[in-house]
């Protein structure tokens, strides 16, 4: 059984979850991490979360718990 995933205009047709999360998951930016789940988006740029946002040097980021 696949399934569409309809994003930013373009579809993309998987048979599982786990290869939609590898092809559509933002990458960290300062560490390379793959983002899965939540991560923190700064004047466009996606971080796993505040401390590698402070570390790009993104100011005002703090992580929720």
């Known amino acids: 059984m ?5 994003a930013q205009g373009a579809v993309h047709v ?3 979850f786990s290869c939609a ?3 559509m ?3 960290c930016e300062h560490c ?3 983002i899965i789940g939540q991560g ?3 004047e ?3 971080y ?12 005002g980021i703090v992580d929720r718990v």
């Open 2 to 6: 696949s399934f569409e995933v309809h």
């Open 14 to 16: 998987f048979d599982c």
């Open 21 to 23: 999360i590898h092809r």
């Open 25 to 27: 998951a933002p990458i």
């Open 32 to 34: 390379r991490v793959q």
């Open 40 to 42: 923190v988006e700064a």
């Open 44 to 46: 466009g740029h996606w």
């Open 48 to 59: 796993c979360g505040a401390h590698c946002a402070r570390a790009e040097g993104r100011a």
